[in-house]
């Protein structure tokens, strides 16, 4: 069946049961096939590597050890999980807002972006694991508030890096055309810079939001907060203490799975935006 015939015959069928085919082409597709096929021979290299080897689960736990410390030690891992992904989102949230409106300052005038685009530099240069333990006690009283504060200044720099290059990066001819009708600032900003940059801005969210994770994780691991507020780098550092390895690996394993599940819902995003309009999106027939 070529491929025009499939798509005629996925047309013609009713909606609901035309999605759900969609839906299931998207899934046998190279993009979806190829890193699980990957995904799966790593996995069984790995536990064909400790069966053969004997390697003892306190050094090397298989994959399957790790799965059944998961689902056993459930009731713990994902509270953790929660409150490392309420730090994650937070300080997400704060660095794509804040990032946004400095990258927008910057544009408004060349002498503000080359005055204080070095301390974003600087900021972004500074290793967190170095100012984290300042910053947990200039904010002792609000631990939380002091993981989201290290989180956001690891998640910052992309956002204002990309989004200020998108501003910058407009076609010299509409922003012409613009003055030309003497539009004023701020309708350039709204119909002509923010628009250019939108693309710019999504690839620097797709990039800030794994680092808000390790940003948040980093700030555990600096913090080492216990109890009923602790996140998934508590869980693992405690679990290395403690020799249970099957269990910082389950915890381990929990932390990527959130990093990708970011990543691929901000890449959905993106291509939610841009699919019917920006050139890294749209669909060909080819």
């Known amino acids: 069946m070529d491929a025009e015939q499939k798509t005629w015959e996925t047309e013609n069928l009713p909606k609901p049961l035309g999605v759900w085919v969609k839906r299931l082409d998207k899934l046998r597709s190279p993009d979806v096939l190829a890193p699980l096929a990957v995904g799966l021979l790593v996995l069984l290299i790995w536990d064909l590597g400790v069966r053969i080897s004997g390697i003892p689960p306190y050094l090397l736990p298989g994959p399957i050890l790790v799965l059944q410390t998961l ?11 929660l409150i490392t992904l309420q730090i994650t989102l937070t300080a997400f949230i704060a660095a794509a807002v804040s990032g946004l409106l400095i990258a927008i300052l910057f544009t408004q005038s060349k002498w503000i972006e080359r005055s204080f685009f070095p301390y974003a530099v600087i900021l972004q240069t500074t290793p967190i694991v170095a100012i984290a333990p300042l910053i947990i006690i200039w904010l002792k009283n609000n631990t939380f508030a002091a993981l989201v504060v290290c989180a956001w200044i690891v998640a910052l720099f992309p956002i204002i890096s990309n989004t200020t290059l998108g501003l910058n990066s407009i076609d010299h001819n509409l922003s012409n055309l613009f003055q030309l009708y003497r539009a004023s600032r701020w309708q350039t900003l709204l119909y002509l810079r923010l628009p250019a940059a939108m693309p710019y801005f999504l690839g620097g969210l797709r990039i800030s939001g794994g680092l808000a994770l390790i940003g948040a994780v980093v700030a555990e691991f600096v913090a080492g907060t216990g109890g009923a507020r602790s996140g998934l780098a508590y869980q693992i550092l405690m679990a290395s203490y403690n020799l249970q390895i099957p269990r910082m690996f389950a915890a381990l394993l929990m932390t990527t799975g959130l990093g990708v599940a970011i990543f691929a819902l901000l890449t959905a995003l993106s291509d939610f935006l ?6 890294s999106a749209v669909k060909r027939e080819n």
């Not at 689902?71 to 999980?81: N, Q, S, Y």
């Not at 841009?274 to 050139?279: A, I, Q, T």
Request: aromatic residues 18%.
């Open 71 to 81: 689902v056993r030690d459930w009731g713990t891992l994902f509270p953790a999980l």
């Open 274 to 279: 841009l699919k019917n309009w920006h050139e």
